[in-house]
């Protein structure tokens, strides 16, 4: 693009959960386009927003948070997420629930700990501790609605390993990786992950659709 051209659009990514914004953002780097936070948007956070997220499926889910934050952001294209862990034993929970697992209230890091403390207590003397990481990922701009899954398999710790990542990340055990989410690095994580493999399918998506995003539609 020339220097005469309009500046780069954004791409907002619609997530208050710090740890999650980090990992989409790196993920979104391939497109040619500025990735912004709520924050950043200035978009403040609204009671609202615990409502969104009430369907019984993560498609849903993260659909739903993506239409709220393009109204909220002025119609900007946007990427939202719905994440979680379903653990075999469980019947598939915590799943859209894994977030509001414990009950406990606050922040995503205030309620960290009471949830994998939960998750603990109801795998007690449990052997088959299989689990999955399931994440949906929605894409909305003003044309179009695009949402992929990611999925990646693993098994849940009897005790937290490692201090990387966020949420239950020390409690899994991640199959293709050989060691825990706790204890991997970034890019490690980033190749098996859910959400690195939603952001995937997402970018070949948009790749494959004759109107998809192109640099100059998306960026410089």
């Known amino acids: 693009m020339s220097g005469d051209a309009d500046p780069p ?29 709520l924050r950043q948007a200035g978009v403040s956070y609204h009671p609202d927003e615990d409502a969104i997220e009430d369907a019984d499926t993560f498609e849903a889910n993260a659909l739903a948070k993506a239409r709220y934050f393009c109204a909220r952001s002025g119609g900007r294209p946007v990427v939202a997420d719905d994440s979680g862990l379903c653990v075999a034993a469980l019947g598939g929970a ?24 939960r998750l603990l207590r109801e795998l007690a003397n449990v052997s ?25 398999s693993g098994s849940i710790l009897l005790e937290p390993r490692g201090s990387a990542g966020f949420g239950y990340d020390p409690l899994f055990w991640s199959d293709q990786l050989g060691r825990g989410f706790g204890e991997a690095t970034d ?14 399918e997402l970018l070949l998506r948009l790749r494959a659709s004759d109107d998809a995003p192109t640099a ?3 960026g410089r």
């Open 9 to 37: 659009r954004e791409l907002l990514v619609a997530t208050r959960n710090a740890g999650k914004a980090a990992e989409l953002r790196a993920l979104l780097a391939r497109l040619a386009a500025r990735i912004v936070d």
């Open 128 to 152: 088959d501790r299989r689990a999955e990481f399931v994440c949906a990922v929605a894409y909305i701009d003003e044309t179009r609605e695009v949402v992929c899954t990611g999925k990646t």
């Open 187 to 200: 890019a490690e994580k980033a190749r098996v992950s859910h959400r690195a493999r939603a952001i995937g």
């Open 216 to 218: 100059d539609d998306l």
């Open 94 to 117: 915590p799943g859209v629930r894994s977030r509001r697992y414990s009950g406990a209230a606050g922040t995503d890091a205030d309620v960290s700990l009471p949830n994998s403390a």
